[in-house]
């Protein structure tokens, strides 16, 4: 995508360091002040990196209000089904926030983890659970929010749950995405005053692309970003 050009490039958008003059008596000395990463952008990082949980959560883009009301009902249990990077992760973080017991796990691939006790219980990448920790972990009373690749409806019910399925490559639509990109940049504005933004027409675009694959939609921004010597749209 094209960039806007900028005028007085050399003020505007320096891509190396300023110099200036210092005069001391009857002596003139040349100083280099390194320029900080992404100021010329506004900027104090590249937005699309990667987020501290605590950022992560801050930023959620999830309405959590229904997901609450669910979670209220004895025996429930939330599975949020999705490829990787459709956003799973983020809908148990804006969950977890809510509540000062729960407990949350992620489970890596190849690995295996034990399920820490809390209320509600979040499990990260559900479908790497053992046999036996799907049987053991079903069963009991306490709520359970899932981010997993496999339907365990049909589990779950056997064990006498109360299951709500979400995909969540249907929760991401432009609006979404646009609000979503361009609060992180907000989140990594260095003062007030212009930054780079990301249009609608840009948001759509990414999304006929690439879907709801929000993780490589960050990818290719975390390039641009990179290769930008101005502000100007995305």
């Known amino acids: 995508m094209e960039q806007k050009s900028c005028d007085l490039h050399q003020i505007l958008c320096p891509t190396i360091d300023h110099r200036r003059l210092i005069r001391s008596d009857d ?10 990463p992404f100021s010329h952008l ?10 501290t949980t605590e950022e992560w959560t801050a930023l959620a883009d999830v309405d959590v209000v229904p997901l ?7 025996r429930s ?3 949020f089904i999705g490829g990787k990077g459709y956003g799973k992760t983020t809908h148990l973080l804006a969950i977890r926030s809510q509540f000062e017991s729960a407990s949350y796990v992620h489970i890596p691939e190849g690995e295996s983890r034990s399920i820490p006790a809390g209320w509600p219980v979040l499990i990260d990448e559900a479908q790497r659970l053992t046999r036996w920790q799907r049987i053991r972990i079903f069963r009991p009373l306490v709520p359970l929010v899932l981010a997993t690749h496999s339907d365990f409806s049909r589990a779950l019910r ?3 749950r109360e299951v ?13 995405l646009h609000r ?23 948001a759509q675009k ?12 960050l990818h290719v921004l975390y390039g641009r970003i990179q290769r930008l010597d101005c502000i100007a749209e995305l």
């Open 27 to 36: 002596t003139m000395a040349i100083s280099t002040i390194p320029m900080l």
């Open 206 to 217: 990414l999304l006929n692309e690439f879907g709801p694959d929000i993780r490589r939609i």
């Open 158 to 160: 056997g064990a006498g």
């Open 77 to 79: 249990v939330i599975q």
């Open 68 to 74: 609450l009301q669910l979670l209220s009902v004895p």
């Open 180 to 202: 979503i990109l361009n609060a992180r940049i907000d989140a990594a504005r260095r003062s007030p005053g212009e930054t780079p933004t990301v249009s609608h027409a840009t």
């Open 164 to 176: 709500t399925t979400i995909e969540v490559e249907d929760r991401t639509n432009s609006e979404r």
């Open 42 to 51: 506004n900027l104090r990082r590249n937005p699309f990196g990667e987020l």
